[in-house]
């Protein structure tokens, strides 16, 4: 079975300051998706970036990018410029690429942006 | 275009009584998910649908928990009898199937259950 571990349990940033979330998992597929979601505080959770493993080349929404190390099984998220809407839980999330299966999801790190 | 809805909010019970939770999913979304999910924990899933079948239910209690989704578009989560350790946010989340199906998930606000 797949898994997915993210070793930081709570991150801070300053304002307009970049931080960095890890994640990193487990598969002997070859074909997946990797995922990044925002749970702001008793809000829904939503998407922030998405990546296909057969892709090399790193995906990128506006402040947010990811280093996704394929080799490793590594796929941190980079936040540039935080603000303090970026306060959240962030989840590192899988999903097999056969078939219709389901998010496989890490336990989350609460990040905190400091004014 | 309208999200995933969830009812209700919140839900305090007692142990051993019964609960039951609704969601909608976004139209046109065959897949609908159930996850749980645990204070200081990520989501875990309890059931998956596509239309009115079930994909996957392997972590589903079912000696407690049981999900329907009828008519293959909203669909209902029940816990009877509810235990101390059901607490926790139940989450309803809606997908493309097939070629449409990217990957992502849209999810609903939760449904917040404590029990007492």
């Known amino acids: 079975a797949q898994t997915v571990t993210q070793s930081q349990p709570e991150m801070s940033v300053q304002e307009a300051e970049t931080v960095t979330l890890s994640c990193t998992y487990d598969t002997s597929e070859s074909d997946y998706y990797l995922f990044w979601y925002k749970q702001p505080p008793s809000r829904q959770m939503i998407l922030v970036i998405r990546?296909?493993?057969?892709?090399?080349q790193n995906a990128t929404e506006n402040r947010f990018s990811v280093n996704f190390q394929k080799a490793a099984k590594s796929f941190s998220l980079k936040i540039s410029d935080s603000q303090l809407g970026d306060a959240a839980m962030y989840f590192c999330a899988y999903r097999s690429g056969s078939g219709n299966t389901p998010l496989v999801f890490g336990k989350g790190t609460r990040l905190s942006v400091i004014a | 275009e309208a999200g995933v809805a969830q009812s209700p909010r919140y839900k305090i019970i007692e142990k051993r009584q019964s609960v039951a939770f609704w969601c909608n999913p976004i139209?046109?979304?065959?897949?609908l998910y159930w996850y749980q999910q645990i204070l200081g924990q990520g989501p875990k899933l309890l059931i998956q649908?596509?239309?009115?079948?079930?994909?996957?239910d392997s972590q589903l209690p079912k000696d407690r928990f049981s999900a329907e989704r009828l008519k293959g578009v909203d669909s209902t989560l029940k816990i009877q009898p509810a235990k101390l350790e059901d607490s926790a946010v139940y989450l309803c989340?809606?997908?493309?199937?097939?070629?449409?199906?990217?990957?992502?998930?849209?999810f609903g606000e939760g449904s917040r259950l404590t029990v007492l």
């Open positions: 649908f596509q239309n009115n079948g079930v994909v996957d």
């Open positions: 989340a809606s997908s493309f199937a097939g070629s449409l199906n990217t990957g992502e998930l849209f």
């Open positions: 990546q296909e493993a057969y892709k090399q």
């Open positions: 139209s046109g979304h065959a897949t």
